[in-house]
């Protein structure tokens, strides 16, 4: 049981460039969500999923779409990437509303 | 969003017991209280909830008050490893996220 996984670790890329960040969990939970933490803050919501082909926004969405196409996985796709991206995302997963979240070990996005 | 508020840092010492408090006076009557901890570079991890009684697990107790305006996470004989920031967050029995969530506590263990 592996939980939640996030790929890449690391990643570097370019002002205007796009890329997805890969989540996905082995532990057939419904809800799913994406985070972004700034140095010395807490965690954001950018987008969240309630079941497979179920998707709304959180708090900072501009910028980031997602998909949930099965309940395994829940990509972010950064559209055309800007300095302000960098940032660490975690994604996060919870089998019910108001049960505890399971989170990846995030993916650190620096955006020059 | 409800919010939850604590202090920013907190000093203890190896192997005697650390209450972390937290306050959400606008607490929803729905609402469960979480606990996250997040070592350096790593994701944040569940320590433990509840909704209204005290709760207890392997690596925590959670002191509910009465009126459900505040919390106590205890951790009964800290050791180096739980030195971490500790976030506490309200999650809604109707979602499985909550919008921002504060700075947390860190806190220092000192051996």
């Known amino acids: 049981n592996a939980g939640v996984t996030q790929t890449p670790k690391f990643q570097v890329l370019k002002t205007g460039q796009s890329m997805t960040l890969q989540c996905a969990q082995d532990?057939?939970?419904?809800?799913m969500s994406w985070y972004r933490q700034d140095p010395g803050m807490g965690l954001r919501l950018i987008h969240y999923s309630v079941g497979a082909g179920i998707t709304d926004q959180g708090e900072v969405p501009n910028g980031y779409n997602v998909s949930r196409s099965t309940t395994e996985d829940f990509p972010l796709r950064l559209l055309s990437a800007a300095p302000s991206q960098t940032s660490v995302y975690f994604c996060?997963?919870?089998?019910?509303?108001?049960?505890?979240?399971?989170f990846g070990n995030g993916t650190r996005l620096t955006v020059t | 969003d409800a919010k939850t508020t604590q202090p920013n840092s907190m000093e203890s010492n190896e192997e005697e017991p650390v209450h972390l408090p937290c306050n959400h006076s606008?607490?929803?009557?729905?609402?469960?209280i979480h606990w996250y901890r997040q070592l350096p570079s790593q994701g944040p991890e569940y320590v433990i909830h509840?909704?209204?009684?005290?709760v207890n697990n392997r690596m925590a107790s959670l002191a509910i008050a009465e009126d459900r305006k505040s919390s106590t996470l205890i951790l009964h004989r800290a050791t180096l490893r739980d030195a971490a920031v500790y976030y506490c967050?309200?999650?809604?029995?109707?979602?499985?996220?909550?919008?921002?969530w504060g700075a947390g506590t860190k806190l220092i263990i000192k051996p």
């Open positions: 967050i309200l999650l809604g029995m109707d979602s499985n996220y909550q919008l921002i």
């Open positions: 532990m057939n939970h419904e809800y």
């Open positions: 606008t607490i929803s009557g729905t609402d469960y």
């Open positions: 509840g909704l209204t009684s005290n």
């Open positions: 996060a997963s919870s089998s019910y509303s108001g049960g505890p979240l399971h």
